[in-house]
């Protein structure tokens, strides 16, 4: 699938992974995360696949509130890229602000996965997935990167992703979400505590 695929009409499976760690309109970051997901249901009139909700500490260490963190499948009609579109809008009802890269926030939702899809192309999605966590802090992608760069690197995608999509294969490592998740540090992944 190239960049320009993406404003197809298509059927995918998408995989969300859905964060808040700052009280919104809707109430606690628990209750934010909870709304926000139905939003995205009852927009596209599906019923997700929905994890336990988990508490999990910021991202990077001290850069806010623990977070309440989740994630969901949706099976959808819509892009790649109207996907990304309504995720941005619901943030935007919860009152999301982007002023500081990897600050505290209403409501995160990161498109992780659609399908199989690799956008814009394997060479990029590999040159985003290799960035030192220090270029992480200063770059963001323009473009759509899927699958999400960091979706191997993050026990707080991964815990929760594996509740409704173990057996999901990144298609670029060629692995699953569980094995992803296994092949995480012991104390990475036990920093991810059910709610």
């Not at 929760?160 to 012991?186: F, I, K, M």
Request: glycine share 6%; aromatic share 6%; with cysteine.
């Amino acid at each position: 699938m190239t960049q320009g695929d993406i404003t197809k009409e298509i059927s995918g499976f998408a995989l969300i992974a859905a964060g808040s760690n700052a009280p919104s309109i809707w109430g606690s970051p628990a209750d934010t995360v909870r709304h926000g997901i139905t939003m995205v249901a009852e927009t596209l009139e599906v019923s997700p696949g929905i994890s336990r909700f988990y508490q999990t500490s910021a991202y990077p260490p001290g850069s806010g509130p623990d977070f309440v963190n989740a994630a969901f499948v949706i099976r959808t009609s819509l892009s790649p890229r109207g996907v990304l579109d309504l995720l941005h809008a619901v943030e935007a009802a919860a009152l999301r602000k982007r002023d500081v890269r990897w600050g505290p926030r209403t409501l995160d939702l990161d498109l992780i996965g659609f399908d199989d899809a690799v956008l814009p192309d394997a060479t990029t999605v590999q040159s985003w997935m290799a960035l030192s966590e220090d270029r992480q802090r200063m770059a963001a992608p323009s473009d759509l990167i899927l699958p999400h760069p960091r979706l191997q690197d993050r026990a707080f995608v991964l815990v929760p992703l594996a509740d409704v999509a173990s057996e999901w294969r990144h298609p670029v490592l060629g692995q699953t979400v569980q094995e992803l998740c296994d092949a995480l540090p012991e104390a990475e992944k036990g920093a991810v505590l059910p709610l």
